[in-house]
């Protein structure tokens, strides 16, 4: 029996038609994308808007990944059976709508509620957006998708927060919400009226293991999201969440290797160049997500910049970004992805360790420049990684691949947020003492022979002084050897390119027969 006809082969548009649904699509993507980070810069106003604590504020955030996470496995299904542009449609309606509803949020439970209903409805925005890219496209136009489909994914977490700061600044921050309302309308006429339809594939839902999945996922956001907050291993709410996270993965993993229609195809696994795919991918999100979490805070919290300030000083790496992006799209098919995916690592690496090297005094010409060098390693791995994972990929798995690319990003940049929070909370602690132990009366005249006629009449203030300077010191030192763990495991990952193999479609996988 013949595949159904989505499910076999690319639908290539007009380049008209073609233009309007990528701008459409592309409009859902940065409407998700958005709202990763948009709010972050709000919740100090909605925790005092909302009359909520420090803790529970959180929840607004907490809730939004959890359920993503979740709900992003089972796009692939979904997609077979309502069709992927019907499942589009609902999805960016049901985020606008969700957008508006927390926008309108009077107190934290509602806030908490309609967050996890956005979380929902954007999941299955992404990948949708990505296997519809590939399906209008001719072959040999796919390395260009993927190109205005990169700039919208890593560009996007970058504006967020610049945006965010700015609407807060000088509206509030309800409009952090509103802003989407335009754009959803907009995207939602466009795609309903030039985008193709796909035909529905009844097909069993296995349910146990999205069970599983979903426990596994969803502790283990619980557990990286609030572990910091409890001191990880000290708290019996976080060992009882990483226990179920570890038991359901590897209950799920079993579940894979022995069911009969499980969640995801086991064929797609044993394709060697989209399993390395998963990992690099995974890599990506740590090295996007974790700095973007990382140099901010630095930026406001030791040099002294606002918010909106330390927002456009992270801008070159989007235009970085944006650049090898547009470069890697005309470069795939004619030079070797594994070449290029290794360049962007290069290039990622070198711009870390570049920022290994900042001074605690120093202009915004070095973290401008390390931007920029950090943003063309970013759009270099992303474009031609995206491609390569793919390549050698049967079209009908495309949404299901496109859902655990996203979801490894997603979960590599929970997991680095939650590595570099801590290891800067740690290292903090170590540089602390260890400067402290060398403050003493005799070292202090000669580090500066005023410092004591200075402060010495103030008594405990002199000492308070002084420890904030320790401290001061501390943190950035932290903070440069954040940088460098994560220029460690930028080069530890070089090695997984032996693993991959060059496609021989050039990005559209090979063709699946028909009877």
Request: glycine share 8%; hydrophobic share 55%; aromatic share 8%.
């Amino acid at each position: 029996m013949a595949d159904t006809p989505a499910n076999v082969a690319s639908h290539p548009l007009p380049p008209a038609e073609r233009i309007i649904v990528t701008v459409g699509v592309m409009m859902a993507v940065l409407l998700q994308v958005l709202d990763t980070t948009i709010a972050n810069v709000a919740l100090p106003h909605m925790q005092a808007s909302l009359s909520a604590t420090q803790e529970s504020i959180n929840w607004v955030l907490t809730s939004y990944i959890v359920a993503s996470a979740i709900a992003l496995p089972i796009s692939g299904w979904l997609a077979d059976r309502v069709g992927r542009k019907r499942l589009l449609l609902i999805s960016v309606v049901g985020f606008t709508v969700a957008s508006v509803l927390c926008a309108m949020a009077t107190s934290l439970t509602e806030m908490v509620i309609f967050r996890a209903l956005q979380g929902v409805s954007g999941a299955f925005i992404v990948p949708l957006a990505q296997a519809t890219l590939f399906d209008i496209n001719p072959r040999e136009k796919h390395g260009q998708a993927m190109a205005l489909f990169g700039g919208g994914v890593m560009i996007g977490p970058i504006l967020g927060p610049v945006l965010g700061g700015w609407l807060t600044d000088n509206y509030n921050w309800r409009w952090v919400f509103l802003v989407n309302l335009p754009v959803g309308i907009i995207c939602t006429f466009v795609m309903l009226r030039y985008m193709p339809k796909t035909e529905t594939l009844k097909r069993s839902f296995d349910i146990f293991g999205f069970a599983l999945l979903a426990i596994a996922l969803g502790a283990l956001q619980m557990f990286l999201d609030r572990g910091e907050q409890k001191d990880w291993l000290q708290s019996w709410e976080i060992i009882i969440e990483l226990g179920l996270a570890v038991s359901a993965a590897w209950m799920f993993v079993v579940h894979i290797a022995t069911a009969k229609n499980p969640l995801f195809e086991r064929s797609m696994f044993a394709d060697r160049n989209f399993s390395t795919g998963l990992l690099f991918m995974a890599v990506t999100g740590v090295l996007l997500l974790a700095g973007l979490a990382l140099l901010p805070p630095l930026l406001q919290n030791l040099y002294g910049y606002s918010v909106l300030q330390s927002g456009f000083l992270t801008a070159p790496r989007g235009v970085g970004t944006l650049i090898s992006m547009l470069l890697a799209g005309r470069l795939v098919g004619k030079i070797d992805s594994r070449v290029l995916v290794g360049i962007g690592v290069t290039l990622m690496g070198v711009s870390l360790w570049m920022m290994t090297g900042f001074a605690i005094d120093q202009p915004s010409r070095p973290v401008i420049m390390s931007g920029v060098v950090q943003g063309l390693g970013l759009g270099l791995i992303f474009v031609p990684l995206q491609s390569l994972a793919f390549e050698t990929l049967a079209p009908k798995m495309r949404t299901t691949a496109a859902a655990l690319l996203n979801l490894s990003r997603n979960i590599g940049g929970s997991v680095g947020i939650s590595v570099v929070s801590a290891q800067l909370v740690r290292m903090t602690q170590v540089a602390h003492a260890d400067i402290a132990s060398h403050v003493t009366d005799q070292t202090i005249p000669t580090a500066d022979p005023t410092l004591l006629q200075t402060i010495a009449p103030q008594g405990d203030v002199a000492l308070a002084i002084m420890n904030a300077e320790v401290t001061r010191q501390a943190l950035f030192i932290a903070y440069l050897d954040d940088f460098k763990l994560m220029m460690l495991v930028t080069f530890a990952v070089l090695p997984l390119l032996l693993l991959m193999k060059r496609g021989q479609q050039g990005g559209g996988g090979p063709p699946v027969a028909m009877d």
